[in-house]
């Protein structure tokens, strides 16, 4: 934010007559996230502030529910299937929360959802409290919050172009990415303290008693119904084949789900790093940790770096050179044998990835009507759940049949390689211009 603004008292969402809306003040250079949508908006304000506490406490839950699940069977194939427990609800779920987010008012499905997850983790500690040790009964439970979470993100994402204008969307998708890394990287190392401090039953319920953040700031919010376009019929039911029938339609839309397909599937070398850590680094659990750890540092700071983005007017271009330079980081990864350089290129990746999200939500809330925004979230639930499980499949796969070296420098050169035909093939995506925007 610029010191005249500050010192002038002048909104920074406010632009001077005649000035195309969205374009920078002269000669301002932002470099940190643009903070105008949380000055401007007290909705959304609220809404960001409960989010970045809930990501916290469920990022808390989650390796709360990892760690009982060991302790009860001293199976880590036990521990992987609570994510698959989760996978499949959201991956279900996604498509038809997105439905319902376009048929009832949002504002009243993010409480429900949200009141729901809240009940869920409060009975995890009811239940830890009580020494109920049952696996099924975890897995339950996962799954549940999994149908949840997949009602309540569409809701959730819907809303935000209701609460401010469209030149501050960037700016809200860049600060909503700074709350889901941050209760990323916070939520689990928060949860491991409280657990080894004060058991699983402590964590559950600090995690239930962070939504009441969310949920404050939900029951704030106006009514959100879906605005329909004129001359629309009464009907309110909301179709998921219509909204996979009109993404058939938008070919810039569907770019933005292809450009993350080709990072998420063919440059994610997340289910090797136990792996290269010894084999490269002659590491332990805690060298995986750091190269977990890498990519989420790198998308925060992809969010609070993100004042350029601002000058950024052709979203499908920066798109696709954020893929490729993921790309492009993730294949030097896998040439490089020294950790601290292999960490900062896992930081590069992460930041690019972070700046291609923060384009395609902006693309998909700016493009879409609000009638449809509900299913095309739904839609993107599904891509980043199922994205990058199948690229781990595929990074295992090809790293069993060659080598972890192949299958992470490979893909990354994949990538880059898909991202570049991608790119030759939708000359409309290249063109997209956020202030005319055309699905």
Known sequence: MSATRQETGEKAGDEPAGKPAGKPASGERRLFADLTPLRTSPDFRRLWFGTSVTWVGQGMTALAISLQVY????????????????????????????????TVDRRKLGLVSSTGLAV????????????????????????????????SSPARSSMIPRL?????????????????????????????????????????????????ASLYAMWRLPAMPPERAAGADGDKRASVLDGLRFLGTRPNLRMTFFSDFCAMILAHPRALFPAIAVLWYGGDARTTGLLVAAPAFGALLGGVLSGWQGRIHHHGQAILLSVAAWGTAIAAFGLTRNLWLGLCLLVVAGYSDTVSMIFRNTMLQVAAPDEMRGRLQGVFIVVVAGGPRLGDFLAGSVADLASPAVAITGGGLACVLAIGLLGLYGKGFRRYDGRAPVA
């Open 71 to 102: 302790d009860i069977t001293r199976s880590s194939f036990s521990v992987g299937l609570v994510g698959l427990c989760s996978l499949v609800p959201l991956v279900v779920f996604g498509l038809y929360g997105g439905a319902i987010a376009d």
């Open 164 to 212: 401010m204008p469209a030149e501050q969307l960037r700016a809200a998708n860049a600060l909503n990415s700074m709350t889901t890394t941050f209760g990323t990287l916070v939520g689990p190392s928060l949860g491991g303290l409280v657990v080894g401090l004060s058991g699983y039953q402590s964590a559950y319920l600090i995690d239930a008693i962070a939504f009441s």
């Open 120 to 151: 869920l983790s409060a009975v995890l500690a009811v239940a830890a409290f009580a020494g109920f040790d049952q696996v099924w009964f975890l897995y339950a439970i996962v799954a549940l919050q999994a149908v949840c979470v997949a009602l």
